[in-house]
């Protein structure tokens, strides 16, 4: 069973646009969505987090969405960069240990 | 890598030999975690510890065992390596309560099983 699923696998976005990947949910009881991104050869890195008493979370250039009742939640960048193709993971924890479900992932590519 | 060192870094090892990967970190984060990547699969949790010599299992512990008798190191044995362990393994950690959640991630370990 999958627990949280993302789309799309991959996206291909000119600089400047605007790259939009999405999650979805299953158990209601997680508390804690974070994204992570991941360069080749690297480990994930933390690169925003949500919790659900709150709809939009923003740093910079990423932004969270987040929609309780539809259980979903995205990932906005903003004015897209070649420097942000990577692998973008969503994740979800429930409780204090922070055991994350990570969705498959999403493979962006900012094209110049 | 937030003081998180992962060795080997490379491994090629032989099916139905053992194998432990080592997870060292400097952060002192009572949390640990092993997860292995798979393409197609994203990360998946293995074990993690929630103290020393604390531990459960995570979505995909058959075929593998940890141990953490020290709050630094998180060992993660393949007690008899297959071929379908062949994969990138990440450990990480996190603090307890009272922090916020984040995981960090160590740079990686690449094992093949021949």
Redo the contacts between chains.
């Keep these: 069973q999958q627990q949280v699923k ?1 789309s799309p696998q991959s996206l291909i976005v000119q600089k400047g646009g605007i790259s939009i990947i999405n999650c979805a949910y299953e158990n209601t009881a997680f508390d ?1 969505f ?1 994204w ?1 991104q991941q360069f080749p ?6 690169l925003i ?1 949500i919790r659900p008493d709150v709809s939009e979370k923003k740093e910079g250039r990423f932004t969270i969405s987040f929609n309780k009742s539809a259980k979903q939640f995205s990932l906005h960048i903003m004015d897209s960069q070649p420097g942000d193709s990577a692998t973008y ?1 969503c994740a979800a ?1 429930r409780g ?10 999403t493979l962006l590519t900012v094209n110049p | ?1 937030a003081g998180i060192t992962q060795s080997p870094r490379h491994k090629v090892t032989e099916t139905g030999t053992p194998v432990t990967l080592r997870c060292h970190q400097t952060e002192n984060h009572r ?1 640990m ?1 092993w997860y292995r990547q798979d393409p ?6 293995i074990h ?1 510890s ?1 103290g020393v010599k604390d531990t459960d299992k ?2 995909v512990s058959d075929g593998y065992s940890v141990s953490r008798s020290k709050t630094e190191d998180f060992l993660l044995t393949l007690e008899s390596a297959t071929s379908s362990q062949t994969s990138v393994y ?1 450990c ?1 950690i ?1 603090e ?2 009272g922090g ?9 370990t690449r094992l093949t099983v021949t």
């Design positions: 993302q804690y974070p992570y050869g690297k480990g994930p890195a933390l987090a993971f924890s204090s240990n922070y055991k994350l479900t990570f969705g498959k992932g | 890598d949390y975690y197609g699969h994203g990360l998946r949790l993690y929630y995570g979505e990440f990480a996190s307890s309560a916020r959640g984040e995981q960090y991630f160590g740079p990686g």
